[in-house]
T-cell receptor, first 114, second 116 residues
């Protein structure tokens, strides 16, 4: 069965510093990969997605992610974080079984310090 | 516009009450979903509707009853819930029930449910 691992439960970063959130997946074929962000008390907002093609994907709010097949990873990066980036970040794998089913990682909570 | 609208945003109900959560999208999406999210946990899939037909039920207790009256609306009827059912209920939609490249799932803001 497919699975998604986000090894870091909680990350603290200084405002203006760079950020990398890790995501590893386990799946027999190339999956569809997503990063979602959830601010406290809110729903999920799509940051970016990878289906095929260029392995470096640009998203909203200055985020990017790189798909590395050899490492089964899809890490999220941002060169300079802002206080408003504090949130929960979920990596997800989408599978095509006739219906799209998202399998989520356990999430990484990002705290920004001044 | 990638908007999924959910009402109410907050709901408190007793264990003997009957209530409903509502979800609406006007993006022409033909797949709609209900997810449940407990505090500090990822969302968990409950139901999937494809072309207004229930296609996936992830072994959800019968006290949760989904309904898809038309391609834009999705309801979740609630009856005889337990306190452990308190959670954030997220509705989502995607363009194509067959999935495939470019088929992204968009989420609403969620409905916070408290069962007392």
């Amino acid at each position: 069965a497919q699975s998604v691992t986000q090894p870091d439960i909680h990350i603290t970063v200084s405002e203006g510093a760079s950020l990398e959130l890790r995501c590893n997946y386990s799946y027999g074929a190339t999956p569809y990969l997503f990063w979602y962000v959830q601010s406290p008390g809110q729903g999920l907002q799509l940051l970016l997605k990878y289906f095929s093609g260029d392995t470096l994907v640009q998203g909203i709010k200055g985020f990017e992610a790189e798909f590395k097949r050899s490492q089964s990873s899809f890490n999220l990066r941002k060169p300079s974080v802002h206080w408003s980036d504090a949130a929960e970040y979920f990596c997800a794998v989408g599978l095509n079984f006739g219906n799209e089913k998202l399998t989520f990682g356990t999430g990484t909570r990002l705290t920004i310090i001044p | 516009d990638t908007e999924v609208t959910q009402t109410p945003k907050h709901l408190v109900m007793g264990m003997t009450n009957k209530k409903s959560l509502k979800c609406e999208q006007h993006m022409g999406h033909r797949a709609m979903y209900w997810y449940k999210q407990k505090a500090k946990k990822p969302p968990e899939l409950m139901f999937v509707y494809s072309y207004e037909k229930l296609s996936i039920n992830e072994s959800v207790p019968s006290r949760f009853s989904p309904e898809c009256p038309n391609s834009s609306l999705l309801n979740l009827h609630l009856h005889a819930l337990q306190p452990e059912d308190s959670a954030l209920y997220l509705c989502a939609s995607s363009p194509n029930p067959q999935g495939g490249s470019g088929n992204t799932i968009y989420f609403g803001e969620g409905s916070w449910l408290t069962v007392v």
